[in-house]
């Protein structure tokens, strides 16, 4: 599965637009985390209990949005986009979203060549 943020892939063109795609998850921060990271904020700095937390959240937000995409048949998603709202003290959401498509490698002839494997490509 290919994902990326821009509108259109290099080397492919996009044959079947399948519609939004999205990957929502909701968190919410541990006492214990919090007391963790209260001794962390105390000294100043990265703040690492969050940070793994915002990392961890956003890739289940990602993982959840390429089985959406997956289950409606598209071998890509483009315009991909997070968002992130508190909705409570210390809840919050993670939205991955963007638009599944259907994508073949561009073959007539010109020196357009397919995309190179990227951190989200998968390959």
């Not at 259109?8 to 999205?22: A, C, E, N, Q, S």
């Not at 105390?42 to 390429?66: C, K, M, P």
């Not at 498509?101 to 020196?111: C, K, L, Q, R």
């Amino acid at each position: 599965m290919l994902v990326v943020t821009t509108n259109d892939i290099p080397g492919f063109r996009v044959v079947r637009h399948l519609g939004l795609v999205r990957g929502l998850t909701v968190r919410s921060r541990s006492v214990v985390g919090n007391i963790g990271a209260a001794i962390q904020i105390f000294f100043g700095g990265n703040i690492s209990v969050y940070t793994r937390l915002a990392e961890h959240t956003r890739q289940e937000a990602f993982d959840l949005l390429v089985e959406h995409a997956q289950s409606m048949g598209a071998n890509a998603v483009i315009a991909m986009r997070y968002d992130a709202n508190e909705i409570a003290a210390a809840v919050t959401e993670v939205l991955a979203y963007g638009s599944a498509v259907i994508i073949e490698p561009v073959t007539d002839g010109s020196s357009a060549s397919t995309a190179p494997p990227g951190p989200w490509s998968g390959r």
